[in-house]
């Protein structure tokens, strides 16, 4: 239905790039399929003739080894660079600092979590890091852009970008807020609440002392 299995059937699988969230996989011939899981798909992979029963979106098969996509909400093909998204946190060219310059451009009145959380923007913050990164920088997630200071969306970045790596690299992340509403904040003790927010209406976690709205 998405015309891609068409398009890359036959051709061989030369590279697999990571976009924020977005896996780009380069086949012979240019051309890029663009995967996103969002929060259900899941890509597996395993030895030739192991996918089981069910109706994959896709799969890649080798001479030994099979991809198997389930529930890919996004599977489109793309020509040329990946449109529209910003900067990868993660990837070593990118400078936080310039990262508050591109954030700057987007709409003031917008709450801070959710500007993080726009892959237009800066690509690669998901729910749990815009919450764990605002308490750390001691910002509301409620905060408008505009009342934010370039220190502390600065800071909120680069301890997103760390935390992100470390989590990468196989550490264990340590919530602070995530998912934590109810209990006490590990700073100050009072407890940590949570709302949804943004059209997507993804939670947001914050602790109302230490990241107050003005
Ligand atoms: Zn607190």
Same mark, same amino acid.
């Not at 012979?28 to 030895?47: A, D, I, Q, Y």
């Not at 600092?97 to 690509?123: I, K, S």
């Given at each position: 239905? !998405?015309?891609?299995?068409?398009?890359?059937?036959?051709?061989?699988?030369?590279?697999? $790039?990571?976009?924020?969230?977005? #896996?780009?996989?380069?086949?012979?011939?240019?051309?890029?399929?663009?995967?996103?899981?969002?929060?259900?798909?899941?890509?597996?992979?395993? *030895?030739?003739?192991?996918?089981?029963?069910?109706?994959?979106?896709?799969?890649?098969?080798?001479? !030994?080894?099979?991809?198997?996509?389930?529930?890919?909400?996004? #599977? !489109?093909?793309?020509?040329?660079?990946?449109?529209? #998204?910003? *900067?990868?946190?993660?990837?070593?060219?990118?400078?936080?600092?310039?990262?508050?310059?591109?954030?700057?451009?987007?709409?003031? +009145?917008?709450?801070?979590?959710?500007?993080?959380?726009?892959? =237009?923007?800066?690509?690669?913050?998901?729910?749990?890091?815009?919450? $764990?990164?605002?308490?750390?920088? =001691?910002?509301?997630?409620? #905060? *408008?852009?505009?009342?934010? @200071?370039?220190?502390?969306?600065? $800071?909120?970045?680069?301890?997103?970008?760390? +935390?992100?790596?470390?989590?990468?690299?196989? +550490?264990?992340?340590? @919530?602070?807020?995530? =998912?934590?509403?109810?209990? +006490?904040?590990? =700073?100050?003790?009072?407890?940590?609440?949570?709302?949804?927010?943004?059209?997507?209406?993804?939670?947001?976690?914050?602790?109302?002392?230490?990241?107050?709205?003005?």
């Amino acid at each position: 239905m !998405t015309g891609v299995a068409k398009a890359i059937d036959g051709l061989r699988l030369e590279g697999v $790039e990571a976009v924020g969230k977005n #896996l780009l996989l380069r086949f012979e011939g240019g051309v890029t399929v663009r995967s996103h899981l969002r929060m259900n798909g899941r890509w597996r992979v395993g *030895p030739i003739g192991s996918t089981g029963a069910g109706r994959p979106w896709l799969l890649l098969r080798g001479d !030994t080894v099979e991809a198997t996509q389930w529930n890919g909400p996004v #599977l !489109t093909l793309d020509v040329g660079p990946v449109r529209g #998204l910003g *900067p990868d946190l993660l990837a070593d060219e990118t400078d936080p600092a310039a990262l508050v310059a591109r954030l700057r451009r987007g709409d003031g +009145a917008r709450p801070l979590g959710e500007v993080l959380q726009d892959q =237009r923007l800066v690509a690669g913050i998901g729910n749990m890091w815009m919450s $764990e990164a605002l308490w750390a920088a =001691r910002l509301s997630p409620w #905060l *408008p852009l505009a009342n934010a @200071r370039d220190e502390g969306l600065l $800071e909120a970045l680069e301890w997103a970008r760390s +935390a992100m790596r470390a989590s990468v690299a196989g +550490a264990r992340p340590v @919530r602070a807020v995530y =998912r934590r509403a109810g209990r +006490a904040c590990g =700073r100050c003790g009072t407890p940590i609440v949570s709302r949804g927010q943004g059209d997507d209406n993804r939670t947001a976690y914050w602790c109302p002392t230490c990241q107050p709205v003005p």
